[in-house]
């Protein structure tokens, strides 16, 4: 069965920076393109930024080169940097392939306020 496990979120002042790390117990996990998405309250899941099997990285209009994504294929794990974090971004943050193919996992809770 697929776990896709999500760590890092907190609360952090704006201007602030978080690593966001995602576990996915899958197999040929380097075969896949992998994604972190976003959830804010009241709104539809939307996804933050995209790192294929190759490590093209593409991202979010809104993300304006504030996040980067990386990947550890032996770790079988994604990671997301982020930094000069805005209120806008409090979200639940999780990770998946793209397109989403996998279960959701619990997701991590990221808070951005003064």
């Given at each position: 069965?697929?776990?896709?496990?999500?760590?890092?979120?907190?609360?952090?002042?704006?201007?602030?920076?978080?690593?966001?790390?995602?576990?996915a117990?899958?197999?040929?996990?380097?075969?896949?393109?992998?994604?972190?998405?976003?959830?804010?309250?009241?709104?539809?899941?939307?996804?933050?930024?995209?790192?294929?099997?190759?490590?093209?990285?593409?991202?979010?209009?809104?993300?304006?080169?504030?996040?980067?994504?990386?990947?550890?294929?032996?770790?079988?794990?994604?990671?997301?940097?982020?930094?000069?974090?805005?209120?806008?971004?409090t979200?639940?943050?999780?990770?998946?392939?793209?397109?989403?193919?996998?279960?959701?996992?619990?997701?991590?809770?990221?808070?951005?306020?003064?």
């Amino acid at each position: 069965q697929v776990q896709l496990v999500e760590s890092g979120g907190g609360l952090v002042e704006p201007g602030g920076s978080l690593r966001l790390s995602c576990v996915a117990s899958v197999n040929f996990f380097g075969t896949y393109a992998m994604g972190w998405y976003r959830q804010a309250p009241g709104n539809q899941r939307e996804l933050v930024a995209t790192i294929t099997q190759t490590e093209s990285k593409n991202y979010g209009d809104f993300v304006k080169g504030r996040f980067t994504i990386s990947r550890d294929n032996a770790k079988k794990t994604v990671y997301l940097q982020m930094s000069s974090l805005e209120p806008e971004d409090t979200a639940v943050y999780y990770c998946n392939r793209v397109p989403r193919y996998y279960t959701w996992g619990q997701g991590t809770q990221v808070r951005v306020s003064s």
